[in-house]
């Protein structure tokens, strides 16, 4: 059939608020938050129910019609963007954005795949539960895209991923049949894990519509500091003493390094340095419990106490205030934005086995300095998970065509480095269009293979996301 006939038929089954094909209306819907790539699109399609993203997936499917699934588009690594030839359709699940259940007794939540991630944190706290997934992107990410990216994000060193808060999916198959799969069972050993493909597939295998996902007891009493350290081992150290002498109550551990801070505070408004001094590394660590009674303050004073009398803590700042908490988790999050207004950036999101993390810094930051002259490393992240964001911005008054020009060669060095010392090239971004050939080169053999004969079981005609994750065949 005539694509046009094909997108005729489509418009029909969402009617007329469940498209957009002018180009003023579809231009969000193709750049990324980054500006690396730029799509296009004949349409842009909002469904508001599974059914019709069904009947839409059935018709792209008997078309040969290829669909890129796109939530709030904050990913980073390209996998939401259509491609430049404008022959895929972008299905934008925007719409499908309510809550069906919560269930307080079984503390689970069932959403539908639209909903914004700090919309379901507002939706637990309202019946005095959380839902701990937590990123820089919450106010604009949707839960379809953080399932689809397997979201790590600052709270999963006591939560997990976004893999391990999930018990059910509803998803669209790539021929229209519907995988009903809301479970909300803890324990359920019936075969294979069909669900668990969908996660970190981003939007390769199917179109998530809902899920079923894990709430845990509020949060009622928390510490928060700034800690600044003389090297990255001072916080390996520190994750073990507070791990330990905190009765393992630390929910997250972020690496800032001086440069990262600097930029947040001079870019972004109302963000400040609490410290006095300049200091190589900074720790945001927060502890917190769902007991309103614990004393985490004193547990946090006596541990930097000790920390500092021994060296490995050099200051630190804990916070007296949620205000001040707040400006803390904001100087934190407006990292990825102060890069931004830096210029432009290359962006490895790498992660360790946490005890070689000290002597990886130290070998990539050398190899930085001696071959990237117009660009500055810029690293932070998320340590207690072994995950930084080893990031280089080019330099003030540095050329940004010419600092981009290097960013493959780049990429390749840091991640042989990564590969070195036994990390992965992706931590909790994903692959997309960006990190295609390095799955090619450090996944096994066995493995891709593997990942190729799902692909084809699932999509075997290929209009899932084409090009994204695996390259096509
Ligand atoms: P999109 O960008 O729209 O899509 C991401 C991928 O999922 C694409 O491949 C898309 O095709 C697919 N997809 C989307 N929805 C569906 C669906 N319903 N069904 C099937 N496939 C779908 N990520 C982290 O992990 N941790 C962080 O700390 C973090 N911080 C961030 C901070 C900032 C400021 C920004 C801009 C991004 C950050 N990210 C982080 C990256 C990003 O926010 C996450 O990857 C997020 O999970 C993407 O959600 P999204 O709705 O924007 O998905
Ligand atoms: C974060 O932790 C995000 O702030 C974004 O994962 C990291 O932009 C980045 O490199
Ligand atoms: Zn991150």
Same mark, same amino acid.
């Given at each position: 059939m005539e694509i046009a006939a094909t997108l005729e038929r489509i418009k029909g089954v969402v009617g007329p608020r469940g498209w957009i094909a002018d180009p003023r209306g579809t231009e969000p819907y193709l750049v990324e938050a980054r500006g690396l =790539?730029?799509?296009?699109?004949?349409?842009?399609?909002?469904?508001?129910?599974?059914?019709?993203?069904?009947?839409?997936?059935?018709?792209?499917?008997?078309?040969?019609?290829?669909?890129?699934p796109q939530g709030g588009n904050t990913g980073l690594v390209g996998g939401g963007v259509p491609p430049e030839d404008g022959h895929n359709i972008v299905l934008a699940l925007g719409r499908m954005n309510r809550?069906?259940?919560?269930?307080?007794?079984?503390?689970?939540m069932t959403v539908e795949a639209g909903c914004i991630l700090a919309h379901l944190h507002q939706a637990a706290a309202e019946i005095d539960l959380l839902f701990p997934l937590s990123l820089g992107a919450?106010?604009?990410?949707?839960?379809g895209g953080n399932l689809s990216t397997n979201a790590g994000g600052v709270n999963v060193l006591r939560y997990g991923m976004m893999r391990d808060l999930v018990l059910?999916?509803?998803?669209?198959?790539?021929?229209?049949?519907?995988?009903?799969? !809301?479970?909300?069972?803890?324990?359920?050993?019936?075969? =294979?894990?069909?669900?668990?493909?969908?996660?970190?597939?981003?939007?390769t295998l199917g179109v998530i519509t809902a899920a079923t996902v894990k709430l845990f007891p509020q949060i009622r009493a928390r510490a928060t500091a700034l800690v600044a350290l003389p090297e990255?081992?001072?916080a390996v150290t520190l994750l073990g003493e507070l791990r330990a002498g905190s009765g393992d109550r630390i929910s997250s551990f972020e690496l800032i390094s001086r440069p990262a801070?600097?930029?947040?505070?001079?870019?972004?408004?109302?963000?400040?340095?609490?410290?006095?001094g300049a200091h190589p590394w900074y720790l945001l660590c927060e502890l917190s419990s769902a007991r309103a009674a614990e004393p985490l303050d004193e547990v946090l004073e006596e541990a930097l106490g000790a920390a500092l009398t021994r060296g490995t803590v050099l200051d630190a700042a804990l916070v007296r205030s949620e205000r001040e908490r707040a400006a803390l988790w904001k100087l934190r999050e407006s990292i990825p934005e102060a890069q931004r207004h830096e210029g432009a950036s290359l962006k490895h999101d790498i992660s360790l086995p946490v005890a070689v993390l000290a002597d990886f810094v130290a070998r990539a930051a050398s190899w930085i300095g001696a071959n990237v002259p117009d660009g500055r490393l810029v690293a932070y992240g998320h340590v207690g998970d072994g995950n930084l964001h080893f990031n280089i911005s080019q330099s003030a008054g540095?050329?940004?065509?010419?600092?981009?020009?290097?960013?493959?060669?780049?990429?390749?060095?840091?991640?042989? !480095?990564?590969?070195?010392?036994?990390?992965?090239?992706?931590?909790?971004?994903?692959?997309?269009?960006?990190?295609?050939?390095?799955?090619e080169r450090y996944t096994s053999p066995v493995e891709l293979a593997l990942m190729r004969a799902v692909k084809r079981a699932?999509?075997?005609?290929?209009?899932?996301?084409?090009?994204?994750v695996l390259r096509e065949q």
């Open positions: =790539y730029r799509g296009a699109t004949r349409l842009v399609v909002r469904p508001a129910s599974t059914e019709e993203v069904a009947a839409v997936v059935r018709i792209c499917a008997e078309a040969g019609l290829p669909i890129v809550i069906r259940a919560i269930d307080p007794v079984n503390f689970t919450e106010g604009s990410c949707q839960i059910g999916l509803e998803v669209v198959l790539p021929g229209g049949r519907v995988l009903e799969g !809301l479970s909300s069972l803890r324990k359920d050993n019936t075969g =294979y894990d069909i669900k668990s493909l969908f996660l970190g597939a981003e939007g990255v081992r001072a801070l600097e930029l947040a505070t001079r870019h972004i408004p109302g963000v400040s340095d609490p410290l006095t540095s050329d940004r065509e010419r600092f981009l020009s290097r960013a493959d060669s780049v990429r390749c060095a840091v991640h042989e !480095l990564v590969h070195e010392f036994g990390g992965s090239f992706s931590a909790e971004h994903g692959v997309g269009r960006t990190k295609v050939a390095e799955l699932f999509d075997p005609h290929g209009i899932m996301n084409p090009g994204k």
